[in-house]
């Protein structure tokens, strides 16, 4: 240990009670320990710990707590709003937390939080099993389930919290428990869609589900207002064994799209089917006779292929805005093709992402995600690089927003990014957010876990 930095670390923590490793500004692993997904985030922690087990995750927790120094909490770093760092505080790092135990006489798993989407999927899918995720394979586990979790395989299996068991979680007051059905049941309901706001989840349990055989892989269409209205048509009528995320967007110059079609508008979509490679034939072809693909890559597949190798050095500055939609006719496709077609960024979509199916069949009250009702979510991004192209992408999307939504504030979490306590708010509707802030007074009275989309302890 460097003796230049030996007060520092001293100061925030007693570092002989860490196993892991610890970073500071001084340290030469220092900017690329801090670094997180998004390009648009540069904080500058004071420390960064990588936590080797759930001991190190309690003292850092304490250590913090006692001597009021801000905390964030890393799990991929994928947070839109840049919460898994801070100026001038603590970054606990799980990605050490990376263990994974698999009982397949259960059929179940216990996974690090900081385990990564596609490391865990690997993992089961030996075993011919799966538990669904998103469409990133580096995302953190901890944190894409606390918010919910709507991937590939949400109208088959649910969100990623539908999965959920059982989770290990420090709490503020740095004890170490077991929220689940039976122990902490309302801890368990709060951190299956209300974020980190209740303490450092170390581990996960999940149930595993079946996934062989499966198809999948790109359909890439033309983008017309015909096109658009109608994959979303095929996609709310498929069953609810194909599951599909569509970015309705410029195509990129990529060696399988021809030449002549680069920059013009594409449905880019991902389709996703459970079962035998005959009958996602049929619930695929509605949208292959939307148009002639431009591409066309679904295929049976392991279902780790549709996680594509990521990039490692692309850290990407975006704007955003999500919404969930309940109807979605000709003129909203039309709307779409006439934003996008506007815009003169290089990268601009629109994601659809049509739920229904497994996810309905959860009762809205039954988790902290209460959309269980709501058709499909859409997600806007303008990609930036420059402030002054940065507040013209902002103008875009907000305008964008307004347009396909005017009257509905209501959105999916795990997509938020620093949009203010109103956008927060509209994440939990009515009862939801008067028992999460209950729950937040009872786990957290003092709001040490604040660096997130923040539900404040309800007060006396």
């Known amino acids: 240990m460097h003796s230049s930095i030996k007060t520092a670390r001293r100061s925030i923590v007693d570092v002989t009670k860490i196993r892991g490793a610890i970073v500071t500004p001084s340290d030469p692993r220092y900017d690329d320990a801090r670094r997180v997904f998004y390009g648009s985030v540069d904080k500058h922690p004071a420390m960064i710990i990588r936590a080797a087990d759930a001991a190190d995750v309690q003292h850092v927790v304490n250590s913090a707590r006692d001597g009021g120094h801000q905390l964030a909490v890393r799990s991929g770093g994928h947070s839109p709003a840049g919460h898994s760092s801070t100026d001038g505080g603590i970054v606990l790092d799980l990605r050490d937390l990376s263990e994974i135990d698999i009982d397949l006489k259960q059929r179940t798993a216990w996974v690090g939080a900081g385990s990564t989407a596609l490391a865990f999927t690997e993992a089961v899918q030996k075993q011919g099993l799966v538990v669904g995720f998103g469409d990133s394979g580096s995302v953190g586990v901890g944190g894409i389930t606390l918010g919910g979790g709507v ?37 368990f309901w709060a951190i299956r869609g ?33 096109t658009i209205a109608g994959f979303v048509a095929a996609s709310l009528a498929a069953p609810e064994e194909l599951s599909s995320i569509a970015n309705v967007m410029p195509a990129p110059p990529m060696p399988f799209i021809p030449k002549e079609v680069h920059g013009t508008l594409v449905i880019m979509a991902l389709m996703a089917y459970v079962g035998d490679d005959a009958a996602a034939q049929r619930a695929i072809a509605p949208f292959r006779a939307l148009a002639s693909p431009l591409a066309d890559m679904v295929k049976p597949m392991p279902y780790v292929g549709m996680y594509p190798p990521e990039d490692p050095n692309m850290h990407p500055s975006a704007v955003a805005r999500t919404m969930f939609l309940d109807a979605f006719d000709r003129a909203t496709a039309e ?91 509209a994440a939990y509707p009515g009862a939801t957010w008067d028992r999460l802030t209950r729950i937040k007074a009872t786990y957290d009275p003092e709001n040490l876990f604040h660096l997130n989309q923040n539900i404040p302890p309800a007060s006396e």
């Open 151 to 187: 991937g590939f395989l949400v109208r088959k299996y649910g969100l990623t919290i539908d999965s959920l068991l059982a989770a290990d979680v420090v709490t503020a007051d740095g004890q170490l428990v077991r929220a689940s059905a039976d122990e902490h049941p309302d801890l």
């Open 194 to 226: 209300g974020g980190g706001n209740f303490g450092v989840v170390t581990r996960l349990q999940f149930r595993l589900h079946d996934i062989q055989p499966f198809t999948g892989g790109m359909l890439l269409l033309p983008a017309t207002a015909d």
């Open 335 to 425: 709307t779409i093709v006439d934003f996008l077609s506007r815009s003169d960024a290089p990268m601009r979509a629109t994601q659809l992402r049509v739920l229904g199916g497994a996810v309905t069949r959860v009762p809205s009250d039954a988790t902290a995600f209460a959309f269980r009702d709501r058709a499909m979510i859409v997600n806007l991004a303008s990609f930036y690089d420059s402030p002054e192209t940065r507040v013209k992408r902002e103008a875009w999307v907000t305008q964008f927003a307004e347009a396909l939504q005017p009257n509905d504030a209501s959105c999916y979490v795990n997509f938020l990014g620093n949009e203010g306590e109103a956008r927060i708010r």
